[in-house]
């Protein structure tokens, strides 16, 4: 659901960042190691997409802080280097998955969705199935009975999120924090009128109740 891109290169940064937001995440963009561990300690983080050659903070040092921390956010590093030695030491420094450069953009949303995948405890199957609502994560589509939902990816995030939480609420802080950027204001009604939107596309009869002071659940 949520990315942090770390790329020095701020143009190939920007068309990673716009073109997984196109398929479905929250990202935000660093382009330097300490603004990468920065970002990672104030917000949680499912995928890291970790440039290796980092400024200030080699990409290396990021993922050695990660595993020492135990962090639970998932590795895929980036790298012009495409020998098995360089595959090996990115993998035996914590790496979760490992992409050279360059690569074909439909294979990257693919790793970062498995990796997505595999950082829920426990990990999430690629079906997602509730009241007659059916989520497919890694085709992107929603059916209700049958029928197409046609979400946007916001929409779509929002209630892969709450089948996810399988009949718990989940609060709108909660859904701001994981379905919207770093950059999202926390007193916007950007949750309420997504769910207004999402509520109509599901029709009747409703299925997402609203839980007054505590969230969401469907």
């Known amino acids: 659901m949520r990315v942090l891109v770390a790329e020095d290169e701020e143009v190939l940064a920007a068309l990673v ?27 949680d ?6 440039d290796r050659d980092l400024p200030r903070l080699h990409g290396d040092d990021v993922a050695r802080e990660l595993v020492a921390t135990a962090s639970t956010t998932r590795i895929l590093m980036l790298t012009a280097a495409a020998s098995t030695e360089d ?3 990115g993998l035996d420094l914590g790496a979760d998955d490992y992409l050279t ?3 074909e953009f439909p294979e990257l949303v693919s790793r970062v969705r ?3 995948r595999r950082s829920a405890r426990p990990p999430l199957p690629p079906t997602l199935e509730r009241h007659g609502v059916r989520l497919d994560t890694v085709r992107r589509t ?8 046609e979400l946007s990816p916001k929409e779509f995030t929002v209630l892969q999120i709450l089948l996810e939480a ?11 924090e994981r379905a919207w950027d770093a950059h999202a ?3 916007t009604a950007a949750v309420r009128v997504c769910m207004s939107k999402l509520r109509g596309k599901l029709g009747e009869p409703g299925l997402i109740r609203t839980h007054q002071g505590v969230g969401y659940a469907l």
Not at 19 to 43: E, K, P, Y
């Open 166 to 176: 399988d009949g718990a609420a989940v609060s709108a802080e909660e859904l701001l």
């Open 185 to 187: 204001d926390p007193f």
């Open 114 to 116: 498995a990796l997505r």
């Open 142 to 149: 929603a059916h209700r009975d049958g029928r197409d939902l």
């Open 87 to 89: 595959r090996v030491a």
């Open 101 to 103: 450069k360059p690569f």
């Open 17 to 43: 960042a716009t073109g997984l937001r196109r398929a479905g995440f929250a990202v935000d963009t660093v382009h330097s190691g300490d603004a990468a561990l920065a970002h990672l300690g104030l917000h």
């Open 45 to 50: 983080y499912d995928v890291v997409v970790l």
